[in-house]
């Protein structure tokens, strides 16, 4: 029934104000007839019963066919889950409103010394629990990556001058560690630059936080008065209209100003139409560079490094096992280098290729479990009647390109591997190439268009369908 209550008053009052208002602040309980709405403060107490009362009663008559009493009280779990910022705005205000803004400014910032607000550390990176930020400086630059890495040492050397810099990918192939770099990178190259770096997930937090008590001028004066504003998982703000309006209030006045504003997101911007176009419009007026997930040789380069930051020894040997059997995203090696140490500690054995083979079997076989490039190659040229390495070949003309193209294709939808992996893989081809035919079977299904398999002509649809079951069943 409460369920049906809230839909009922969402109803009423707008998804974007129930949000902002009845979301996780309050608790709606029917008990004995009557309607009791539990909040954790005063001022949503106050608010609520003054703005509200009315559309709540509303509800309640459409939901159960009868009116009932109404009230507002403060509950003490609500109270003791709330941030202590918006408890102490409910008590007081002026210049506590202002130390509060403060506060929030510190916790920005918490990962590294030397920033805003550092003066106020909290708790957590004093006594050392919480992992200091990445550097550029560590971040394993490849071909799939180096574009971003380029860029972002471009804005640090002059910030301001390519604004906004949008760096998209998948999870894990390391956008918060080019932004957590760019970050470091500004505040050593000027340590009085007033800079914030929170995730969508934060600022979306303190904004509605501002909104229900501790003040909308803190909030934009603390987030439109900086120099460098970086906003990470920026995918995390679709669906969140008023938020979202509030941040693209911040990107204009910004960027009237000459500051720098860095995002990171898991698409392109052409993708993000759930954000709405006047920021997609933004991120596209700006630098957009894509990050692919770690090739081989990115990976070996990541497990190196790793290894050095783990003081775990691990032969180079060892290193290309794991590189190879691991390959989807940094923090699946970064668990197996973990699983490897305690393997080696826990049986008093130096790590050795035996040792790998033993501790990350089960790791190495969920990984086997999934589509690689290839068991795409194998399933293309059994479909289209072709011998196994005429994929990787030279030869060109359709009977062979056509496939190739395909097999390219299918890559990029079942694997995670870079483009320039699957390029390297079919032939020794650029990631321009593997781009190409991606665009070229689109638009042979947009057509229509046949191709020519071992038995018979068909459409694109029903060879991919033919690969796709050959994947399954292999």
């Known amino acids: 029934m409460v369920s049906a209550l809230q839909i009922a008053l969402a ?93 929030d400014a510190a916790r920005s910032f918490q990962p590294t010394p030397g920033g805003v607000g550092a003066a106020d550390k909290s708790s957590a990176e004093k006594s050392g629990t919480r992992r200091r930020f990445a550097s550029l400086d560590t971040f394993v630059v490849g071909a799939g990556n180096r574009l971003a890495h380029l860029s972002a040492q471009a804005v640090v050397s002059r910030l301001g001058t390519t604004s906004p810099l949008l760096v998209h990918g998948p999870t894990g192939a390391g956008k918060t560690h080019l932004l957590e770099g760019i970050w470091i990178a500004a505040k050593k190259a000027q340590p009085a630059l007033h800079a914030v770096y929170l995730s969508a997930e934060q600022f979306t937090t303190y904004f509605l936080e501002a909104l229900h008590g501790s003040g909308l001028p803190n909030f934009r004066r603390k987030y439109r008065g900086v120099e460098l504003l970086i906003v990470d998982d920026l995918h995390f703000f ?142 293309v040229c059994d479909v289209f009647g072709l011998e196994p390495s005429s994929l990787q070949s030279g030869r060109k003309g359709k009977l062979v390109d056509h ?24 032939g020794r081809r650029s990631h321009t190439t593997v781009i190409s035919a991606q665009k070229r079977v689109n638009r042979w299904m947009a057509d229509g268009a046949p191709l020519a398999v071992s038995d018979r002509s068909c459409k694109v649809e029903e060879a991919i369908r033919r690969v796709e079951e050959a994947l399954r069943a292999g």
């Open 11 to 103: 109803d009423k009052v707008g998804a974007e104000r129930f949000e902002l208002w009845f979301g996780a602040n309050t608790r709606l309980s029917l008990s004995s007839g009557a309607l009791t709405v539990g909040v954790p403060n005063q001022f949503l107490q106050e608010w609520l019963r003054n703005n509200f009362r009315r559309e709540i009663e509303a509800a309640c008559c459409e939901t159960l066919g009868r009116p009932v009493p109404v009230s507002f009280h403060i509950d003490p779990l609500l109270a003791a889950a709330a941030s202590p910022r918006r408890s102490a705005t409910a008590r007081g205000g002026g210049a506590e409103a202002a130390a509060i803004a403060k506060t």
């Open 238 to 379: 679709a669906g969140k209209r008023a938020t979202l309006i509030e941040l693209l209030h911040t990107i204009d006045t910004l960027g009237r100003e000459g500051r720098q504003l860095v995002f990171a997101a898991d698409r392109a911007p052409g993708a993000l139409g759930e954000l709405g176009p006047e920021l997609v419009a933004r991120l596209q007026g700006g630098l957009c560079c894509a990050i692919e997930p770690p090739e081989f040789e990115t990976r070996r380069g990541i497990v190196r490094q790793l290894s050095k930051a783990l003081e775990v020894d691990v032969p180079a040997e060892v290193q290309d096992f794991v590189a190879a059997n691991v390959d989807t995203h940094a923090r699946a090696l970064c668990g197996a280098l973990n699983q490897l140490q305690a393997a080696s500690q826990a049986h008093g054995r130096p790590v050795t290729l035996a040792l790998a083979d033993e501790a990350l079997a089960e790791l190495i076989r969920s990984q086997a479990r999934a589509v690689r490039l290839p068991d795409i190659e194998a399933a």
């Open 403 to 426: 496939p190739r193209m395909l097999a390219m294709w299918l890559a990029r939808k079942h694997t995670r591997a870079a483009l320039s992996e699957i390029g390297q893989y079919f």
